[in-house]
């Protein structure tokens, strides 16, 4: 299981807006999954995803991970967002608009 931590840490550590969610963005496998990524693409198309259906390793570490047992999960700058219904409720707020732009702007100015 180490490992596997050590893999999502790298992955939450490398990008800096991370779904890990069923299906792709573009073949989203699950209704939560595809709510929350098009949300998400509404505000950003700068984000990694992981497939949790391709990748049997993280579905399994990641809700111990997190602590959280759903997907989608969504992750910015190495912080737990929330599923789907936050996701959604952020971004009718515009507070997820708002996450993206300041996680985009902390970037640039890292530079």
């Not at 992955?11 to 990524?37: D, T, W």
Request: glycine share 4%; net charge neutral.
């Amino acid at each position: 299981m180490i490992d596997i931590f050590n893999k999502i840490e790298k992955q939450l550590q490398e990008n800096s807006i991370v779904i890990y969610m069923k299906g792709s963005p573009e073949h989203p496998s699950c209704g939560f999954s595809a709510r929350a990524v098009r949300a998400l693409s509404y505000c950003t198309s700068d984000f990694f995803y992981v497939d949790v259906l391709q990748n049997d390793d993280i579905r399994i570490a990641l809700p111990k991970y997190s602590k959280w047992p759903t997907f989608p999960q969504l992750w910015v700058n190495k912080n737990l967002i929330g599923g789907c219904d936050i996701i959604l409720e952020m971004f009718r707020s515009g507070e997820l608009l708002n996450l993206v732009q300041n996680c985009k702007n902390n970037i640039k100015s890292s530079i």
